[in-house]
Nanobody
Framework: QVQLVESGGGLVQPGGSLRLSCITS????????MGWYRQAPGKQRELVAL???????NYANSAKGRFTISRDNSKTTVYLQMNSLKPEDTAVYYC??????????????WGQGTQVTVSS
């Protein structure tokens, strides 16, 4: 079983920065894609940024130029550096990790979410 623990959310003023972290633990053979999603009240969950096992990245248009996704060398921790935050970035941010489990079946796990609030 794979567990994800997110941290780094909080309250920040417009124009400020936050760095989210997501640590993967448990039993798995390998991790492929790692991503950050967000869900604002009354809206559907949407992709913010994704990093593949090869290190390729993909960003939502709203995140381009402001957010940066990265992962550590062990590929078990993924980060989301968020700069120039706007009130419309307010949402619960979820980490998603996909890979191969101990019995060579694919897994797709979600974190519990971390609240990001951008407000003056």
């Amino acid at each position: 079983q794979v567990q994800l623990v997110e941290s780094g959310g909080g309250l920040v003023q417009p124009g400020g920065s936050l760095r989210l972290s997501c640590i993967t633990s448990g039993s798995f053979n390998s991790i492929d894609d790692m991503g950050w999603y967000r869900q604002a009240p009354g809206k559907q969950r949407e992709l913010v940024a994704l990093i593949t096992g090869r290190g390729n990245t993909n960003y939502a248009n709203s995140a381009k130029g402001r957010f940066t996704i990265s992962r550590d060398n062990s590929k078990t921790t993924v980060y989301l550096q968020m700069n120039s935050l706007k009130p419309e970035d307010t949402a619960v941010y979820y980490c998603n990790v996909a890979g191969i489990g101990p019995k060579f079946s694919r897994f797709d796990s979600w974190g519990q979410g971390t609240q990001v609030t951008v407000s003056s």
